[in-house]
């Protein structure tokens, strides 16, 4: 979140020297992620192996069933960043903007429950009253979704300079490292939050409206839904890094799903 993904407080934790670079160099910097959150988007739904899985790196053992399932156009757009894996500065701002963007839509939200609990205290409003009751669980799942993003950023932060240890996906003699693969997908997530949850939210503090805080609870739900798939991977085809301290948050997601759920039936 906003005040634990600060550069003194999270990303100094690291001992390696890429992860003191990322603390140093990263406030205030922006990466573009666009091109490979799209591309994954057509990723998650592959269902077809396209690549095939080798070991690299002292140790590294290949992912249980040595076949994953990656598309070409995930591959390529891995491929065009590969400067970005090369540059701890470069990972490093990646980072930060995900924490800033995490952060603003937190503080959007919890804005937005605060003068909705203005209107309803003040005026007889039933709608008003509704939707300030349904915020705080709707603000509860952002956190929890959110913390699950923050968690796995700061877990690829911390395992920049050992990354080649969790295998590599190889097409046409090129190799790309599975955390490539691993931040594409939570490019996937950045991509929904700057294209649905961003709009709905201002639409809905704005107009204050059932339809618009249904639409924002609608956005939300498709954002967990893409975390737990990111989730669901990790759990099931990244044991190594699961090994490593990666935690899925499966149950975590699943938990701001059914706090959604709530929200929505409570209007």
């Known amino acids: 979140m906003g005040d634990s993904r600060s550069a003194d407080g999270v990303y100094g934790k690291g001992d390696a020297t890429s992860s003191a670079i990322i603390a140093e160099e990263a406030t205030g910097a922006e990466v573009a992620t666009t091109a490979v959150g799209e591309a994954v988007a057509t990723e998650i739904a592959a269902s077809e192996a396209s690549a095939t ?5 002292t140790g590294a053992a290949a992912t249980e069933g040595a076949v994953e399932a990656v598309a070409p156009e995930v591959i390529e757009a891995v491929a065009a960043n590969r400067t970005f894996w090369q540059s701890a500065q470069a990972f490093g701002k990646w ?3 995900e924490a800033v963007e995490l952060s603003l839509l937190e503080a959007g939200a919890r804005a937005f429950e605060a003068a909705l609990d203005t209107i309803a205290k003040k005026k007889d409003d039933k709608d ?5 009751k349904a915020m705080p669980n709707i603000n509860e799942a952002l956190k929890k979704a959110n913390d ?3 968690d796995w950023n ?7 300079d050992t990354r080649a240890q969790y295998g590599v996906v190889q097409v046409d003699g090129h190799k790309f490292s599975l955390l490539e693969v691993f931040q594409a997908q939570i490019s996937t997530v950045s991509l929904c939050l700057t294209q649905k949850v961003y709009p709905a939210m201002g639409v809905a503090s704005q107009s204050m409206t059932l339809n618009t805080v249904k639409l924002l ?6 954002y967990c839904q893409k975390l737990k798939v990111i989730g669901i991977r990790i759990k099931d085809k990244e044991q190594k890094m699961v090994a490593a301290g990666l935690n899925d948050h499966v149950g975590d997601v699943d938990t701001a799903i059914t706090d959604l759920v709530v929200s929505a039936n409570s209007f």
Not at 128 to 132: H, I, K
Not at 154 to 160: E, T, V
């Open 148 to 150: 699950c993003v923050s």
């Open 53 to 57: 899985l080798v070991a690299e790196g």
């Open 128 to 132: 008003a009253q509704r939707l300030a």
């Open 217 to 222: 609870v609608s956005s939300l739900q498709e």
């Open 154 to 160: 700061l877990w690829m932060s911390r395992h920049f």
């Open 95 to 97: 980072v930060v903007k």
